[in-house]
């Protein structure tokens, strides 16, 4: 990332606004003395120099930055492209209504279609469908890679499955080759939700980069931050359009921000009921939203994609610290393990009471919030007991005894860049100091 892109940033304002960032981020965590964050985010003086210089330009709304944001992720992940979104919830919400387009004909999902996903999720992985009128089909995970089981899957199909959408669980990447085997075999579509696993790979190649769709968050909490912010990552060009006019208020007009007749013919078009030649600006062909992102967040996106791989390092570091310094507890807890041929980039550490050790998840929570460390559970456990899902119109597939295994027993630690070997150690004392009590 060079300063040429900070066009509206002299020298000397430059210089005394570093000194004003310098003093508003990333303080010291002191052990013991201060919280320990599950997650957080990482920030130096150039991320809100960005942001800064977009907010000069007076634009406001996607421009130049989101320009150069979009096509710099799609190439970091190997994406044929990506189109920013105001949050990783807008992302799923894009990506699923992406293939209910009349565009893609007999493959357009319809209401009343059947999308296989996990029970131990995420609300926002699960949502898009659900309002949209579809079933979700819960499949169980697997422990300890905490991933859909992928053996589970072609049993969960039906003639009225159209798609999958699954999240890769805390960093670690869920079997894709078996699961795109699937998705092809059947010709179903895949969305990877892969909002926790930004930079993890399969087999060499990048999370994101396999399904039809993926999609990304830039909330503080995950790998690189824009504030609020996602992607949309697009694989197949027949998604693009759709996408598209799904985000930018479901319009058949594909124009940048800012421009007019990039089609050549704005007021030649007849589509619909509409008369001829009604503009092509505002001709709707989608049920869409408005889900764009500020250049702001785009700017300070930007500089912090640059700093992606030494972030995804330090968080496959600190895996590992707080793996070695665990494994004595091991008759305690389920370690998490990679799933093979992946190299995950990690969003958390998952800690899973084993069977008969009498020890209450909720207690030794408690004890580690008492000492100023953070966790977390795995997000929404099983997500069909959650008062929202309890009566949706469901199909579920075995007896999902994993997803309520980690709802009762299973908590995650962080292992985000902004800490270091003394956090862990202190964290791994104050766990055994449990057991010693």
Same mark, same amino acid.
């Given at each position: 990332m060079t300063e040429n892109n900070l066009s509206n940033l002299n020298s000397s304002l430059k210089k005394e606004l570093t000194s004003?960032? *310098?003093?508003?981020?990333? @303080?010291?965590?002191?052990?013991?003395k201060d919280y320990i964050p599950v997650t957080g985010k990482l920030l130096d003086p150039n991320d809100?120099?960005? &942001?800064?210089?977009?907010?000069?330009?007076?634009?406001?709304t996607t421009g130049r930055y989101a320009k150069k944001f979009e096509p710099t992720l799609a190439k970091y992940i190997g994406a044929k492209s990506s189109l920013l979104v105001n949050s990783g919830s807008s992302a799923n919400l894009v990506a699923f209504y992406a293939l209910t387009s009349p565009s893609l004909g007999k493959?357009?999902?319809?209401?009343?279609? /059947?999308?296989?996903?996990?029970?131990? #999720?995420?609300p926002t992985t699960i949502n898009p469908l659900i309002q949209f009128g579809c079933v979700p089909v819960f499949v169980d995970i697997d422990i300890p890679t905490y991933n859909i089981d992928a053996s589970k899957i072609e049993a969960a199909i039906s003639n009225k499955t159209k798609a999958i959408m699954i999240a890769h669980a805390l960093g670690n990447p869920f079997n894709l080759k078996?699961?795109?085997?699937? !998705?092809?075999?059947?010709? +179903?579509? =895949?969305?990877?939700?892969?909002?926790? @696993?930004? #930079?993890?790979?399969?087999?060499?190649?990048?999370?994101?980069?396999?399904?039809?769709?993926?999609?990304?968050?830039?909330?503080?909490?995950?790998?690189?931050?824009?504030?609020? #912010? #996602?992607?949309?990552?697009i694989n197949n060009r027949r998604l693009q359009m759709p996408a598209l006019s799904f985000r930018d208020w479901g319009r058949d007009c594909y124009c940048e921000t800012g421009c007019d007749n990039t089609c050549g013919k704005r007021f030649d078009w007849q589509l619909g009921g509409l008369p001829q030649g009604y503009d092509h600006k505002y001709i709707y062909s989608h049920i869409g939203f408005n889900l764009k992102v500020?250049?702001?967040? !785009?700017?300070? &996106? +930007? @500089? *912090? =994609?640059?700093?992606?791989? *030494?972030?995804?390092?330090k968080r496959r570091d600190n895996h590992k610290i707080l793996y070695e310094l665990m494994k004595p507890l091991q008759e305690f807890f389920i370690l998490p393990e990679k799933t093979p041929n992946s190299d995950p980039s990690w969003f958390g550490f998952m800690l899973t009471v084993r069977d008969n050790k009498r020890v209450d998840r909720n207690m030794l929570v408690r004890h580690l919030e008492e000492n100023k460390i953070g966790t977390r559970l795995?997000?929404?456990?099983?997500?069909?007991? *959650?008062?929202?899902? +309890?009566?949706? /119109?469901?199909r579920v597939v075995g007896d999902l005894v994993n997803s309520n295994k980690v709802m009762n027993d299973s908590f995650w630690l962080g292992v985000w860049p902004g800490l270091e070997k003394d956090h862990f150690e202190y964290i791994f004392n104050i766990i055994k100091k449990y057991f010693c009590e």
């Amino acid at each position: 990332m060079t300063e040429n892109n900070l066009s509206n940033l002299n020298s000397s304002l430059k210089k005394e606004l570093t000194s004003i960032i *310098q003093g508003n981020i990333n @303080s010291k965590i002191i052990p013991e003395k201060d919280y320990i964050p599950v997650t957080g985010k990482l920030l130096d003086p150039n991320d809100i120099l960005f &942001g800064v210089d977009a907010t000069l330009d007076a634009w406001l709304t996607t421009g130049r930055y989101a320009k150069k944001f979009e096509p710099t992720l799609a190439k970091y992940i190997g994406a044929k492209s990506s189109l920013l979104v105001n949050s990783g919830s807008s992302a799923n919400l894009v990506a699923f209504y992406a293939l209910t387009s009349p565009s893609l004909g007999k493959r357009a999902i319809q209401k009343g279609d /059947e999308v296989i996903t996990v029970a131990a #999720g995420f609300p926002t992985t699960i949502n898009p469908l659900i309002q949209f009128g579809c079933v979700p089909v819960f499949v169980d995970i697997d422990i300890p890679t905490y991933n859909i089981d992928a053996s589970k899957i072609e049993a969960a199909i039906s003639n009225k499955t159209k798609a999958i959408m699954i999240a890769h669980a805390l960093g670690n990447p869920f079997n894709l080759k078996v699961v795109k085997e699937i !998705a092809d075999k059947y010709k +179903l579509w =895949l969305i990877e939700d892969d909002c926790d @696993s930004l #930079g993890a790979t399969y087999n060499g190649k990048k999370t994101g980069s396999f399904g039809d769709l993926a999609t990304l968050s830039f909330y503080p909490a995950h790998h690189i931050t824009m504030g609020e #912010g #996602g992607a949309v990552l697009i694989n197949n060009r027949r998604l693009q359009m759709p996408a598209l006019s799904f985000r930018d208020w479901g319009r058949d007009c594909y124009c940048e921000t800012g421009c007019d007749n990039t089609c050549g013919k704005r007021f030649d078009w007849q589509l619909g009921g509409l008369p001829q030649g009604y503009d092509h600006k505002y001709i709707y062909s989608h049920i869409g939203f408005n889900l764009k992102v500020t250049d702001t967040q !785009a700017a300070i &996106g +930007l @500089s *912090q =994609l640059s700093k992606i791989d *030494q972030f995804v390092a330090k968080r496959r570091d600190n895996h590992k610290i707080l793996y070695e310094l665990m494994k004595p507890l091991q008759e305690f807890f389920i370690l998490p393990e990679k799933t093979p041929n992946s190299d995950p980039s990690w969003f958390g550490f998952m800690l899973t009471v084993r069977d008969n050790k009498r020890v209450d998840r909720n207690m030794l929570v408690r004890h580690l919030e008492e000492n100023k460390i953070g966790t977390r559970l795995f997000f929404g456990g099983n997500m069909i007991k *959650q008062p929202a899902y +309890l009566d949706i /119109e469901k199909r579920v597939v075995g007896d999902l005894v994993n997803s309520n295994k980690v709802m009762n027993d299973s908590f995650w630690l962080g292992v985000w860049p902004g800490l270091e070997k003394d956090h862990f150690e202190y964290i791994f004392n104050i766990i055994k100091k449990y057991f010693c009590e």
